[in-house]
């Protein structure tokens, strides 16, 4: 399901997020709650981030984001990014 989600955002990602965002999301870092580096920012986690958005009591989401901090930062860095798009979808 992760993969076809992934597929679908990245297909409509200009219809939900603007460019500009998108190009500054592009130059910003993840990173832990006490500053360390994780990643830089990428569309294709942000995909995947997204995609587990609303599956909080999969097994999947359970194993994979739950149960690891690090994932768990960056599902929630990625997620907060996504929400404080300038875009307004109403």
């Known amino acids: 399901m992760i993969p076809v989600f992934k597929t679908i955002l990245s297909q ?6 603007p460019q500009s965002d998108i190009n500054n999301l592009n130059n910003l870092q993840i990173t ?3 500053g360390t580096f994780i990643e830089n920012f990428s569309l294709t986690n942000f995909y995947t981030y997204l995609a587990f958005e609303g599956l ?3 097994p999947c989401y359970i194993s994979d ?3 690891n901090p690090i994932e768990l930062t960056k599902y929630e860095e990625y997620n907060n990014y996504a929400k404080n798009s300038s875009q307004d979808c109403q």
């Open 65 to 67: 984001i739950e149960n």
């Open 12 to 17: 409509i990602i200009s219809d939900v997020i």
């Open 56 to 58: 909080h009591n999969t």
């Open 32 to 34: 832990d709650a006490n």
